[in-house]
């Protein structure tokens, strides 16, 4: 079953705004992660967030994590064309001892369009 | 360098047909995970191997679905009896080493159809 859901379903921007993506899940987490996927390159790791980690930042990648709300975002600055993919969240869930083996669970992805 | 390849990459079967998905994953990579994918899901979590050892397979939607990983390298899924609902993309994915720290670095997938 999907734990996380991410809103919106789909987004359609220009080229160089901003897009914003938020994902909400449902259990303890050790990790959230997020990932991209196209039909050209398959599923492709973006950025790892920590569950004591509140902000992270790579390249044009702006995550956030609010655990108290079990809520995370994903900004994308300066948007390009080939920024255009499905975009899912997924995590990690935390086990009794605090660790995870990383057994993903995903919500069911934003589709995000940037038009030239 | 090589990535996650898996093999084939469409397979049409029919209804009650067997079918064998292979996973080759990056070379010393400890950890194997499958996912299936429907259209217009995320994926969901099949099974995991570290190394030959299957320590959850709690995602597998009925006996029908059998994986095995002898040596600790290539996985192979076993669809017996297809189903139309077992139609989805059969994602691989593996990791460096056991344990959260590390991305998992997925394959192109498997897309499966059965008529």
């Known amino acids: 079953s999907q734990q996380g859901e991410e809103d919106p379903q789909a987004l359609s921007i220009q080229e160089g705004e901003n897009a914003t993506m938020n994902c909400s899940y449902k259990?303890?987490?050790?990790?959230l992660q997020w990932y991209r996927q196209n039909s050209g390159r398959g599923l492709v790791h973006l950025i790892l967030i920590r569950s004591n980690e509140r902000e992270k930042h790579s390249g044009r990648l702006r995550v956030t994590l609010d655990t108290s709300k079990k809520s995370s975002s994903l900004l994308i600055t300066a948007s390009r064309a080939a920024d255009t993919a499905s975009y899912f969240c997924a995590t990690a869930r935390a086990n009794a001892g605090g660790t995870s083996y990383g057994k993903l669970t995903f919500g069911q992805g934003t589709i995000l369009t940037v038009h030239p | 360098g090589a990535g996650v390849s898996q093999s084939p990459r469409y397979k049409v079967a029919k209804r009650g047909q067997d079918v064998a998905l292979r996973c080759d994953p990056i070379?010393?990579?400890?950890?194997l995970f499958w996912y299936q994918q429907a259209l217009g899901q995320g994926p969901e979590f099949l099974t995991y191997f570290q190394n030959e050892a299957q320590l959850d397979k709690s995602g597998l939607p009925s006996d029908r679905f059998f994986a095995e990983r002898p040596e600790g390298s290539v996985s192979t899924l076993k669809i017996q009896r297809t189903q139309q609902e077992d139609s989805a993309v059969y994602l691989c994915?593996?990791?460096?080493?056991?344990?959260?720290?590390?991305?998992?670095?997925f394959g192109p997938g498997t897309r499966l159809t059965v008529l």
């Open positions: 070379s010393g990579h400890v950890s």
């Open positions: 259990t303890s987490i050790n990790n």
């Open positions: 994915a593996s990791r460096v080493q056991a344990g959260e720290r590390n991305e998992q670095f």
